[in-house]
């Protein structure tokens, strides 16, 4: 079943404004990750999150974590038309298999 | 470094045919392995894992199974193909020093005709 639920299924912006995308999950995690994926693409990890973590960045990236909400967010500052992608985002409980979770992703569009 | 290939690219396939898509890494020891499908606009479905050499570990009950031949090999085969398996394979590999992320292959189309 999927974990993760991002919001909005789908953004488009205009290159130089800011882009947030939401996800929310369900159960008890480990860490939140979010990846990117380019059309017809394999997935690219962004960053990872712990659950003991509130915030982090990464370049121009930037993640929230609320696991009171069970809610994380992604933010791109200063979008560019390169980013236009699919960003998911995926959950890890844990465990020795470290099995990944991912919701239906956000398609972002960045116009130039 | 680390890279890991998936072949081949795209494959267009009759129903009821039989199907291997392969998957290898490299520049790592025993890797966790993955394999993903997606269909169009959706999200990853995990479909098996292995942490081992012959050891897989299936999600979810289906057409399609996986091997584990080698260590750094991981095999995505069907008897018969369905309509329903048409999608998008990826395979990724995680663990050791990366044991929290996943890194993937540049996947493979399967149209089942």
């Known amino acids: 079943s999927q974990q993760g639920e991002e919001d909005p299924q789908a953004l488009s912006i205009q290159e130089g404004e800011n882009a947030t995308m939401n996800c929310s999950y369900k159960?008890?995690?480990?860490?939140l990750q979010w990846y990117r994926q380019n059309s017809g693409r394999g997935l690219v990890h962004l960053i990872l999150i712990r659950s003991n973590e509130r915030e982090k960045h990464s370049g121009r990236l930037r993640v929230t974590l609320d696991t009171s909400k069970k809610s994380s967010s992604l933010l791109i500052t200063a979008s560019r038309a390169a980013d236009t992608a699919s960003y998911f985002c995926?959950?890890?409980?844990?465990?020795?298999?470290?099995?990944?979770?991912f919701g239906k992703g956000t398609l972002l569009t960045v116009n130039p | 470094s680390q890279t890991i290939h998936q072949w081949p690219a795209t494959l267009v396939q009759p129903v009821g045919s039989p199907l291997s898509l392969e998957c290898t890494v490299e520049?790592?020891?025993?890797?966790?392995l993955y394999w993903y499908r997606q269909a169009a606009g959706r999200g990853l479905q995990l479909l098996f894992y292995s942490v081992g050499i012959g050891q897989i570990s299936s999600e979810v009950p289906q057409n399609l199974s996986a091997s584990r031949p080698q260590d750094r090999q991981f095999i995505l085969s069907s008897k018969k193909l369905l309509l329903s398996d048409s999608g998008f394979y990826l395979c990724?590999?995680?663990?050791?020093?990366?044991?929290?992320?996943?890194?993937f292959g540049p996947g493979t189309r399967l149209t089942v005709l």
């Open positions: 520049g790592t020891s025993n890797p966790n």
């Open positions: 159960t008890s995690i480990n860490n």
């Open positions: 995926a959950t890890d409980a844990g465990g020795s298999n470290y099995k990944l979770t």
């Open positions: 990724a590999w995680g663990g050791g020093a990366h044991y929290n992320e996943q890194f």
